[in-house]
């Protein structure tokens, strides 16, 4: 399939913005949707929609089954091993909130430790902040080097009996480097420590399979791999699901209710109380397999040409610069000088370019780096050589406008 | 020239520009004129709340009239100050105070400004205005 009938299957792509292409490189924020996956959420919403689980009439058990299959769906897509083991939530920040809670009822107390990295966004930060208050619990943070890897040997050193959880990227939003995550979690686990992935970024360009990287948790969202907003999706292994209590209580996550107590269903319904995302969670199937679509026709010519023309300008620091060829997914994080990032943002949104200005909801990594903000240009599989150059072309001109 | 001549000189300069990448053009060069904004004005307090990138406004009433000086770390929100240093700057409290800032939407300035940066000319507008009060 070559690049223009893949852009075909996205509509938003063909979007003019003050008369000029648009140029969408906010990829690393959300992906646009596919028109499969609008038809999908157009049928459920259309053809198939009753509440999922509970009635025995014929709407309702088709829509259980397309829901359900979503599940199945997601289960092939990331190599899970059970169907249990995938849990619908909202999104990424959802699926973090919810094991910060729940492995933290269970398994973390006080004088326990939770490791992070400081290359986290905002979302795999404050759930186990919160997690810390409440169990008077400590938060250890991994350094990440000047060019944006991970200090692995810092992670050994903050490993302890008392650590309960690591949770880390699979690839930061910032700085587009791929973690050793597998290195990581055999690290961990040799000291019987869990590991949480946050792979909002890390679904997109990496071919995940849960069971060889072995992680404990994954988590992504639905809306990066083109999928409806408001679908996500936590990956967890059966073993800890079945210990973890209720996150939220409500209807559909319960075996028997009495005013004595109630027993709970088992994961994931246990997981998932009230009612669901019944018209996006299926739109996950059309969205995988567009995923797979892109994944296969997708090469490095873009990636190539970005990081090159990048790091060859002298006036730009470029955050998140790959030691090795297969480090690096298109995710450019970088600050011109003399340049204010808001304004370069600005004025190429003028030029019809949709990139990202500011701290990208990564403060600490901000503080890291010593920067207050951030220019993100992140390409997605659809994105062409052609736009790249354009971009490239763009930023020049707006520097020379600035400085 | 007079804080009516003042205004309209802007709307005419934008409205030699079609494109909104000139008009941002004409933001940086104003931003660039700005007179150099002294050190220890850079304060806390100076700091206009609301706006994306800093800026800070400096005011001084010399003979019933306020002066203004001002700076901000974004080239085209300095550009934006800028131009509403170069209208107000001189002019009396009262002036200030009674004035209904329209000439800013005929110049589409809010239009094209991103939902944030728009908030943070309406700060400016306010802080204007407020001093202006408070020194009638």
Known sequence: MDKDEIRKMFPALSEKVYGKDLVYLDNAATSQRALSVVDKWVQMSTQTNANIHRAVHALSVKATEEYEAARDAVKEFIGAADRSEIVFTSGTTASINLVAFSFGERFVGEGDEIIVTEEEHHSNIVPWQMLCSRKKAELRVVKVADDGYLDLEHLKSLLSPKTRIVAVAHISNVLGIINPVKEIVDICHAKGVPVLVDGAQGIVHCGVNVQDLDCDFYAFSGHKIYAATGTGVLYGKKKWLDEMPPYMGGGEMIETVTFEGTTYARSPQKFEAGTQNIAGAPTLIPAIETARILKENEDDSVLKYVLDALMKDERITLYGVPRGTNDKVPVFSFSVKGAHHEDLALILDKMGIAVRSGQMCAEPLMDRLGVTGLLRASFAPYNTLEEAQYFIKSLDRAINMLI | ?136
């Open chain 2, 1 to 136: 020239m007079d804080l009516q001549e003042a205004k309209e000189k802007i709307v005419e300069d934008f409205s030699m520009f079609d494109e909104w990448l000139d008009k941002y053009e004409y933001l940086i060069g104003l931003g660039k004129e700005l007179e150099e904004y002294p050190e220890e004005a850079r304060t806390e307090d100076r700091l206009i709340k609301g706006c994306q990138s800093r800026v800070w406004l400096d005011s001084e009433k010399r003979d019933g009239r306020l002066y203004f000086k001002a700076d901000s770390d974004a080239i085209i929100t300095k550009g934006i100050i800028s131009l509403l240093v170069s209208v107000y700057s001189g002019r009396t409290p009262d002036e200030i105070a009674g004035d209904d800032f329209s000439f800013l939407d005929e110049i589409g300035l809010k239009e094209n400004l991103s939902p944030t940066r728009a908030g943070g000319l309406t700060s400016m507008i306010e802080t204007l205005k407020r001093t202006a009060e408070e020194a009638k």
